[in-house]
Nanobody
Framework: QVQLVESGGGLVQAGGSLRLSCAAS????????VGWFRQSPGKDREFVAN????????FYGVSVQGRSTLSRDNAKNTVYLQMNSLKPEDTAVYYC??????????????????WGQGTQVTVSS
């Protein structure tokens, strides 16, 4: 199994920045792709971005493209999502998830096996 812990969420003003972290433990060898999703109250969970664990190549969803940067530190088994120019509509619980398959792109939630508990991001106007 893989355990995931997100951190870095918080309250920020519009235009500000946050860096979310996703720390993995357990069977790291099973991780090929790490994805970020978010869910706002009353809405379905939405794809944000993902990164291929081996080579670090990122893919960004349209909602954050141009405003976010994914990176990973394999030594720390951690993926980072840097989000800039935050907007009130970015307010959501952000989840990271891992997949045992190697892919890049907006793939559905069912492609991911393990999920973290989420971290709240609130952007005030």
């Amino acid at each position: 199994q893989v355990q995931l812990v997100e951190s870095g969420g918080g309250l920020v003003q519009a235009g500000g920045s946050l860096r979310l972290s996703c720390a993995a433990s357990g069977r790291i060898v099973e991780i090929y792709t790490v994805g970020w999703f978010r869910q706002s109250p009353g809405k379905d969970r939405e794809f944000v971005a993902n990164i291929r664990w081996r080579d670090g190549s990122p893919f960004y969803g349209v909602s954050v493209q141009g405003r976010s940067t994914l990176s990973r530190d394999n030594a720390k088994n951690t993926v980072y999502l840097q989000m800039n120019s935050l907007k009130p509509e970015d307010t959501a619980v952000y989840y990271c998830a891992t997949a045992s398959r190697d892919f890049s792109g907006n793939f559905p939630e069912r492609y991911y096996e393990y999920w973290g508990q989420g971290t709240q991001v609130t952007v005030s106007s």
